[in-house]
């Protein structure tokens, strides 16, 4: 696992208030991880702000599990 | 400059989640888990008039200044039945003040908006004791037929007044010109040359961008504040941060850091009252005897604009 999957688990893992083992790539974050939509935008605040990326609309609107948003930070911060 | 005297008033009628749910597709569990509102009190009987001067009256009492004494009145209002004269003119005798005053609108984050205008005139020798009024009834422009807005709002007054002092220590104002996340848009009259006339249309909100520029501005305003004077959040004993909703409140501390206790919320039994939300909650926190001097506050607010504001207090009396 990255250092920046490690980062992302953590910070989910404390926003959700849940143990960091429960956080892996799978893990739908509505069906398991008990998240609402507010959730959501919490979490996108969060690691937007952690990793200073900037997600689109359609790209959080997309990501349904926690390797989504594992891959989407990726993304974002892939050096060339 | 420093906060001698505090008042606030709400409407007589409290009004549920479950009450609105009798006519609105919603229910008090989808309410209060994404919100933090149980309750909200809706002007009824009484008008917003009678708010702000009660709340007026109570903070002068409070101050033990009698109203000759206050030399200015600032007013923060988004919108009333009145576009014009504004509203320190309609309360400024019911009050029995007699000096002269103004009214801003700047949404939610007007009260510490109005606290740094307030300080520049007493620094600058204009007024030497200010009553702010931030009075307020956001319910009267939501659309009730659907359930987005209006389970959000509720009405109400906060008052302080302000003397010289050195309690008052620091503000960052911040505005980024976005309307569409929120406005409210009032039709006006229309004239036989006009060609490009707007109907009025009650309040339209974007909650996800709005939620997240919320967030992303206020932590900003306040890491700033933190930053310039050399403070971290172990310093602060409370964040007073504006009552919009339990989630953004969650969402700032996560970004801020500290426990949930140095937090404190009111939105539970009072929704969002706009721009009186702080000073309402301010009032409450003075009387029941939470504040005590030498506390480092920050007080930090949002609103349509979009606008948002953080000042830093050291607490005295």
């Known amino acids: 696992m990255s250092k920046i999957q490690d980062k992302a688990r953590a910070l989910i893992a404390s926003k959700m208030k849940l143990d960091e083992s429960e956080i892996t790539p799978e893990k739908h974050l509505f069906n398991d991880l008990g998240a609402d939509s507010l959730d959501f935008v919490e979490l996108s605040v969060l690691l937007e702000r952690e990793f200073n990326v900037k997600f689109t609309e359609t790209e959080t609107a997309n990501a349904k599990t926690v390797g989504d948003l594992y891959e989407l930070i990726e993304k974002y911060t892939k050096k060339p | 400059m420093k906060i001698i005297g505090t008042g606030s008033a709400v409407p007589s009628l409290t009004v549920t989640n479950d009450d609105l749910a009798a006519f609105l597709d919603t229910n008090d569990a989808w309410i209060s888990s994404r919100t933090g509102i149980q309750a909200r009190h809706l002007l009824s009987t009484e008008s917003l008039y009678d708010l702000a001067v009660d709340a007026a009256d109570k903070a002068i009492k409070a101050s033990g200044l009698r ?27 019911r009050i029995g003040v007699t000096c002269a005053g103004l009214d801003i609108n700047v949404a939610c984050a007007g009260f510490v908006n109005a606290l740094m205008l307030a300080d520049s005139m007493i620094k600058a020798g204009h007024a030497k004791n200010i009553l702010i009024v931030c009075a307020e009834e956001p319910t009267k422009y939501c659309d009730w037929h659907e359930r987005d807005c209006s389970v959000l709002f509720g009405d109400g007054a906060g008052a302080v007044v302000l003397t010289e002092g050195t309690a008052f220590k620091d503000v960052k104002l911040t505005m980024i010109s976005d ?60 964040f007073m941060l504006h009552q919009a909703n339990k989630r953004i409140i969650e969402s700032i501390r996560h970004i801020i850091g500290g426990p949930e206790e140095k937090y ?52 005295e009396f």
Not at chain 2, 219 to 227: S, Y
Request: negative net charge.
């Open chain 2, 67 to 93: 109203t000759d004494q206050i030399d200015f009145l600032l007013v923060s209002n988004v919108a009333n039945q009145h576009v014009t004269p504004g509203l320190s003119c309609i309360i400024q005798k």
């Open chain 2, 264 to 315: 404190p919320t009111v939105i539970e039994k009072y929704g969002n009252t706009s721009s009186a939300s702080i000073p309402i909650m301010l009032d409450e926190m003075l009387r029941a005897g939470k504040i005590k001097a030498g506390d480092k506050i920050i007080m930090s607010a949002f609103g349509a604009g979009f606008v948002s504001a953080a000042c830093l207090w050291d607490w």
């Open chain 2, 179 to 238: 309307r569409d996340v929120l406005y409210y848009e009032r039709g006006m009259e229309t004239t036989p040359f006009e060609q490009h006339y707007v109907k009025g249309q009650p309040l339209v909100m974007k909650g996800k961008e709005l939620f997240k520029t919320a967030v992303t501005e206020s932590a900003k305003d306040i890491q700033n504040v933190l930053d310039y004077n050399h403070l971290t959040h172990e310093d602060i004993t409370w």
